[in-house]
């Protein structure tokens, strides 16, 4: 007994450091440093030709969506790099990787720090709070629903790993587009929040590439990666 209880103690403390280190990462930029609300066009509105068009598609997914598709929304739920791990093989997982999993930990929280204010901003209403007939499969969100930050986050995600390792370049950008596309099969998006999405982390992850400091992590992590990988 006394062998299981010290193995459960040594895992809850690997669960709290992992979270506690998660929670430290501090993003590479904020909204200061890219406004959105000066790249992107505000959202439609709500009783616009396109925002019923795209509700509709919402509740054309809903009525199609096999549990398969509902099942891959659910677990693209979470924020992490790791849901690249169909595409990066076996040995891609935190416990092997933990610089590289912290420079991405803190790409994650910049995705936040630019896309948040932005979604105040805006707060265009979620198909489920515009529609009660919308009936999300995921986690419900109250945030803004313009753009995703799912789909930005899973775009930056796919655009710096994809650099990372160029040979895995289609598979990887083929993964983030599911990603993202997971929030309307999810409910909890509209088309054009994704598409935005997309626009948001293409823009994100091209700053981050040419500044000096996400530069010196991102060779540290790379280098970690290729090499765990046998690259």
Known sequence: MKKYASL????????IGSAARAEDAKPFVTN???????????????????????????????????????????????????????????????????????????????????????????????PHQLSDLVKPVVKLSSSGSWPSGHATVGTMMGIILADMVPEKRAEIMARAAEYAHNREVGGIHYASDVEMGRISGSVIAAVLLNRDDFKAEYEVARAELRSDLGM
Do not use: C, H, Y
């Open 32 to 126: 200061k440093d890219i406004d959105l609300t000066m790249i992107l066009p505000p959202p439609p509105a709500n009783d616009s030709a396109q925002t019923k068009a795209e509700l509709g598609e919402v509740l054309t997914l809903q009525v199609t969506r096999t549990p398969e598709m509902v099942a891959s929304a659910v677990a693209d739920s979470e924020e992490n790099v790791w849901r690249f791990a169909n595409v990066m093989g076996p040995n891609f997982n935190k416990e092997k990787l933990p610089k590289f999993s912290a420079f991405f930990d803190r790409v994650v929280e910049t995705e936040g720090a630019v896309v948040d204010p932005a979604k105040d901003v805006w707060k265009r209403p979620r």
């Open 8 to 15: 459960a103690a040594g895992l809850l403390l690997l669960v």
